[in-house]
Nanobody, 111 residues
Framework: QVQLVESGGGLVQPGGSLRLSCSASGFTFSSYAMSWYRQAPGKEREFVATITGTGSTDYAAYVKGRFTISRDNGRNTAYLQMNSLKREDTAVYYC?????WGQGTQVTVSS
């Protein structure tokens, strides 16, 4: 069955960086777009970034220029490099692919 497992979250100071990973299994990874979403406490889940199987990317305006989505089709893994983190980036970050959600990983930006 399709399975997505996120990792790499944690506590970071404002201005810091984190890299999230999403390890996929149960489907032909290279054939599907992969996306990252996030959900802050009390807010709706929102789109962050997406990457097609061939590497085309798109970003939400509030992360453009700070976050970079990438993928390694040989490792069945998608990544989200997050730089210049702000307190408002605090959220649970979810990976999505083939109509399936991962379990999420917490990112907390605080001093």
């Amino acid at each position: 069955q399709v399975q997505l497992v996120e990792s790499g979250g944690g506590l970071v100071q404002p201005g810091g960086s984190l890299r999230l990973s999403c390890s996929a299994s149960g489907f032909t990874f290279s054939s599907y777009a992969m996306s990252w979403y996030r959900q802050a406490p009390g807010k709706e889940r929102e789109f962050v970034a997406t990457i097609t199987g061939t590497g085309s990317t798109d970003y939400a305006a509030y992360v453009k220029g700070r976050f970079t989505i990438s993928r390694d089709n040989g490792r069945n893994t998608a990544y989200l490099q997050m730089n210049s983190l702000k307190r408002e980036d605090t959220a649970v970050y979810y990976c999505r692919g083939k109509a399936t959600w991962g379990q999420g990983t917490q990112v907390t930006v605080s001093s």
